[in-house]
């Protein structure tokens, strides 16, 4: 397939995910892409972080791997590869923007290849995981990833590429942030395998892994009730 073939193909699966609409999918969508209806589960995932760590140092090492995560993902996309791409997005697409379905009067602003979204969730989901190590914390995050790729998709901010895109490098960056945890964190901890039926491998406690759980499940919850509403 040549690279016209992969675009088209691209734009005929953006229509399957765009191509479905309503007014409450709509208010929905548009709730969930934006930053701060997460706030809440960063919150919980603070204290995860903070209740299962035993000084400052260790807190401070995990944050800053957050963040030198971030910093990747954020450099790389909308300071390197967008404005060299210069990829239009698609409810802007001078050629084939009016296929789209646009929710209210969304402005898109920079470019489109490749998916911040996609790239920033996805590394702090693999960064987190591969930290903690519990499998119902690994879904838990790759979850919360996805609903946001997904909201790019409905919205006609991205193509598919771009988001696929954006999960490859995310998890990219989030391994190698790991690996600089790793370095980091046996510096300042001597920190042993745990084998307990009430932590995890890395020493988390379970209880508070249901706390970030239970914070996800309710925000989404949440968004669905202020979308039913706003009908």
């Known amino acids: 397939m040549d690279i016209q073939g992969i675009i088209e193909t691209d734009r ?24 701060p209806t997460w706030i809440p589960l960063y919150i919980a995932l603070l ?4 209740k299962n760590n035993e000084t400052i140092t260790q807190i401070m090492v995990i ?13 790389v996309t909308e300071g390197v590869v967008k404005p060299m791409v210069a990829r239009p997005r ?3 697409d001078p050629e084939w923007g009016y296929m789209w379905h646009v929710v209210g009067e969304r402005k898109a602003n920079a470019y ?13 989901a693999v960064l987190l995981s591969l930290i903690i190590r519990n499998k119902v ?3 838990l995050m790759v979850t919360w990833s996805l609903i946001n790729c997904y909201t790019r998709l409905y919205l006609a901010m991205h193509y598919p590429s771009d988001i696929v895109v ?20 046996r510096q300042v901890s001597a920190r042993q395998h745990f084998i307990s039926s009430q932590y995890t ?31």
Do not use: E, R
């Open 12 to 35: 005929q699966l953006l229509g399957v995910f765009n191509g479905n609409h309503s007014a409450f999918f709509d208010t929905l969508m548009a709730t969930l892409t934006a930053g």
């Open 137 to 139: 914390f690994t879904w």
């Open 90 to 92: 698609p409810l802007v």
């Open 112 to 124: 489109s290849f490749f998916s911040a979204h996609a790239s920033n969730t996805f590394g702090i």
């Open 63 to 75: 944050l800053c791997s957050v963040a030198l995560c971030l910093f990747i993902t954020v450099f």
């Open 166 to 185: 954006g999960l490859a490098f995310g998890a990219l960056a989030g391994t190698l942030s790991y690996l600089v945890y790793s370095l980091a964190f």
């Open 201 to 231: 491998k890395s020493g988390y406690n379970l209880t508070d892994i249901d706390i970030v759980a239970f914070v996800l499940v309710a925000t989404i919850f949440l968004a669905i009730i202020i979308s039913l509403m706003m009908q």
């Open 47 to 50: 204290y995860l972080v903070v």
